[in-house]
């Protein structure tokens, strides 16, 4: 049983897609929808950079959900259906589409929204987020609560056993790593984000995103997509619309849905996108499975001889 990952926010790089785009026409489509769906040549900024125009959220957001679906068009031909998808926060969005719960053109709009909301929720330098890691989620839950001191201070990933990130307030922020380096925590580290996602600083972020999600027209996916906020299957349009908005303050589960899917008897896990971050968090969580990474043309003829003798 295979099961699609998609990547999020930080998997970017000058570069990503390029030589699929160059070789395959199902990839180089996707590229020029996106380009039309934004009115602007986005594909250069993923081929050519300027990486600081990258990074800038509403733009990283359709860049990333736009590699991994080029990267799934020349995959999905070539290998047996998946039974389940997942996506890490912004990936989510491209496990929807890969479910066909929305038009490819929709998401990259609203992802771009959605990048647009979440960095203009809070001015810059007000939120933070720091990675604890080798610290139990119970330990990390008491870290943030005992560092609020009245600010926002909660887990906003749960990525593995041995990493957890958190987000809020700046300065609750730091007093939490402090904490967490004091009560026995491997490392605590602040990020380099703009923005303090997947927190209650965010409210405002998920008020407009509504909107935006209400107006689409949403299909029932083919695939079950586990979902972030819940840890639980989607399966039906209602609920996607309902998980992907709540998604925006609510902490990503993502060790949970890897072990909901795990539970599922998903023996083999292909990342389809930029980097290969998950496939590093799956060895966290569980080594006995086999994880995949399909970046770029090279890892794509990988991946397809490696599931040819699997099958």
């Excluded at 969005?93 to 203009?120: I, L």
């Excluded at 009245?150 to 990525?159: K, L, M, Q, R, T």
């Amino acid at each position: 049983m295979i099961a699609l990952l998609f990547p999020g926010q930080g998997s970017q790089a000058v570069g990503m897609g390029k030589d699929l785009a160059e070789k395959y026409p199902a990839a180089r489509q996707a590229f020029e929808e996106a380009d039309e769906a934004l009115g602007y040549k986005l594909s250069t900024v993923c081929f050519e950079g300027p990486e600081d125009q990258l990074r800038l959220t509403e733009i990283t957001q359709p860049a990333i959900l736009t590699v991994s679906i080029a990267n799934l068009r020349v995959l999905e031909t070539r290998m047996p259906k998946p039974s389940y998808v997942a996506g890490h926060s912004l990936g989510e969005y491209s496990a929807h589409v890969a479910a066909g719960t929305f038009r490819f053109a929709d998401a990259v709009r609203t992802v771009r929204n959605r990048g647009k909301y979440m960095q203009e929720a809070v001015p810059v330098g007000v939120g933070a987020m720091a990675a604890i890691l080798g610290m139990d989620l119970e330990k990390v839950t008491a870290v943030c609560h005992d560092a609020a001191q009245g600010e926002v201070c909660e887990p906003a990933n749960i990525n593995s056993p041995e990493q957890i990130v958190i987000s809020g307030n700046t300065a609750a922020v730091e007093r939490a790593a402090k904490l967490a380096d004091e009560r026995g925590a491997k490392r605590a580290k602040l990020l380099p984000v703009s923005a303090p996602f997947h927190c209650s600083l965010m409210k405002p972020a998920q008020d407009r995103l509504q909107g935006d999600l209400d107006a689409l027209k949403l299909q029932k996916p083919v695939y079950p997509v586990a979902c972030n906020v819940e840890a639980e299957l989607v399966t039906d349009d209602l609920r996607a619309r309902d998980t992907l908005v709540r998604q925006v303050t609510g902490s990503v589960k993502w060790e949970q849905c890897m072990h909901l899917l795990i539970g599922k008897g998903v023996q083999t896990f292909i990342e389809v996108g930029p980097g290969k971050v998950l496939c590093g968090l799956m060895r966290q969580i569980d080594r006995s499975r086999t994880c995949f990474s399909v970046s770029d043309d090279a890892t794509l003829t990988r991946t397809l001889d490696a599931i040819a003798q699997h099958t």
